[in-house]
């Protein structure tokens, strides 16, 4: 079983909508990345979180320790949006190595 | 700055070759990472170094590979002999590491194909 596990697979969704990806992770999972792949290929890091919450334009990254689970929120989707999500925990033994989910590919429809 | 800089950003080699790719961190991160990314096995990481150190290569898939980081600029990924199934897109990325977790910057990758 993965340490990270993210749902949905894929997601369509029409311009506007509001978006939540989730991520679970396994105990020793000390802190969730969130990371944005465009169709070009190239990855950008979206948020790193260990407790709490953070926001960035209209992207909402959560995650609740106890339950294990983090969410990204997308308000006000856009197509521009559209683009593979992935949510990476990095353990408490290789604080620096990060354990990846399988991705969310999420696209926006006008 | 600049980014990871990776190259070449595209290779296409025969069975058995070897291949050579190469990294260069943000200027002043300390920490490097080499991942590959398939469409079966999604990210994956390869092996990271601390101070031009590498820490842990679990994630080498076998002899075949070898990563090396000389010096805090540059850090190659080899593969010899390559096979097919080697075939995917690798990723470099830096951070700077200051005691706790922190966000790794990725290069644009380097997508290998292996005949």
């Known amino acids: 079983k993965n340490e990270v596990e993210q749902s949905p697979q894929n997601l369509t969704a029409q311009e506007g909508e509001f978006i939540t990806i989730n991520c679970s992770y396994s105990v020793g999972i000390s802190a969730l990345h969130w990371l944005q792949q465009h169709p070009g290929g190239g990855i950008v890091s979206l948020f790193m979180l260990s407790s709490g919450k953070k926001k960035h334009g209209r992207l909402i990254a959560t995650i609740n320790i106890q339950e294990k689970h983090s969410s990204l929120h997308i308000t006000a989707s856009h197509p521009r949006d559209s683009a593979v999500y992935i949510c990476?925990?990095?353990?408490?033994?290789?604080?620096?190595?990060?354990?990846f989910g399988q991705g969310t590919r999420l696209t926006i429809n006008p | 700055d600049a980014g990871v800089i990776q190259s070449p950003r595209h290779e296409v080699t025969e069975m058995g070759q070897e291949v050579t790719l190469r990294c260069k961190p943000i200027s002043g991160h300390n920490s490097l990472f080499w991942y590959r990314q398939t469409m079966m096995r999604g990210l994956e990481l390869l092996i990271y170094?601390?101070?031009?150190?590498?820490?842990?290569d679990s994630g080498m898939p076998e002899d075949r590979f070898s990563a090396k980081m000389p010096n805090a600029s540059f850090s190659t990924l080899k593969i010899q002999p390559s096979e097919p199934r080697d075939s995917a897109v690798y990723f470099c990325?830096?951070?700077?590491?200051?005691?706790?977790?922190?966000?790794?910057?990725f290069g644009p990758g380097t997508r290998l194909l292996v005949l």
């Open positions: 170094f601390n101070n031009n150190v590498p820490i842990d």
């Open positions: 990325a830096s951070s700077l590491v200051r005691g706790r977790v922190e966000t790794q910057y």
């Open positions: 990476a925990g990095t353990n408490l033994q290789g604080a620096q190595k990060l354990v």
